[in-house]
């Protein structure tokens, strides 16, 4: 069974840093693009952060950009997101997300469970 | 525009069908993709491409694309079809995906 399966959250406070991880099972994470998406309590859906399948090319949403990195080591099957400079309305559930694109396009087709980031004083 | 604008809430009776729409610029250039979210739960994507449903998906979904708009139809809504759905694209840089706004279906 596909999977992907994140940790790391916490409660942090602002200014602070944290690192999550993602690490995926049943299928060779090394050989697709991993995306972080977060979603603020109450709120909907963000993109944060992409990364491709080598590693080489990564691309930040602008509300994150300078504060954030995205990694992945391929032997451990594994992607990160490293978060500093942490601002309260970075609070949300972050996810990892398979990409996938096809003759059908582009779409995210395995999710992970989430993991809690809290950034409170 | 990356944005994709998404009507917040619609209400359907159960056994009936509902169409939830998705407008953006951006979906002229790449398909939407639909996803399922219930309370406390991740996303499920149940739509994607022209109108491919992942396995395990219930065919009385459907997807449909014409011009800035995608669509997505529940016919013969299921209590268990209660959900926020999100529709996403690639954004204008292609390099990563903008998100719907999401619709709340409520099904009486």
């Known amino acids: 069974q596909m999977q992907l399966v994140e940790s790391g959250g916490g409660v942090v406070q602002p200014g602070g840093s944290l690192r999550v991880s993602c690490v995926g099972s049943?299928?060779?994470?090394?050989?697709?693009?991993v995306h972080w998406v977060r979603q603020a309590p109450g709120k909907g859906l963000e993109g944060v952060a992409v990364i491709s399948y080598t590693g080489s090319d990564k691309y930040y949403a602008d509300s994150v950009k300078g504060r954030f990195t995205i990694s992945r080591d391929n032997y451990k099957n594994t992607v990160y997101l490293q978060m500093n400079s942490l601002r309260v309305e970075d609070t949300a559930v972050y996810y990892c997300?398979?990409?996938?694109?096809?003759?059908?396009?582009?779409?995210?087709?395995?999710w992970g469970q989430g993991t809690t980031v809290t950034v409170s004083s | 525009s990356s944005e994709l604008t998404q009507d917040p809430a619609v209400s359907v009776a159960l056994g009936q069908t509902v169409r939830i729409t998705c407008q953006g610029d951006i979906l002229r250039i790449y398909y939407a993709s639909w996803y399922q979210q219930k309370p406390g739960q991740a996303p499920v994507l149940v739509i994607y491409g022209k109108n491919y449903r992942p396995s395990g998906i219930p065919d009385r979904l459907s997807g449909s694309n014409s011009g800035n708009t995608a669509s997505l139809t529940i016919a013969g809504a299921q209590a268990e079809d209660e959900a926020v759905y999100y529709c996403n694209s690639r954004d204008s840089s292609g390099n990563h995906y903008v998100f719907g706004t999401g619709t709340k279906v409520t099904v009486l």
């Open positions: 997300a398979r990409d996938e694109y096809d003759s059908s396009g582009y779409y995210v087709d395995v």
């Open positions: 049943g299928f060779m994470l090394s050989t697709y693009a």
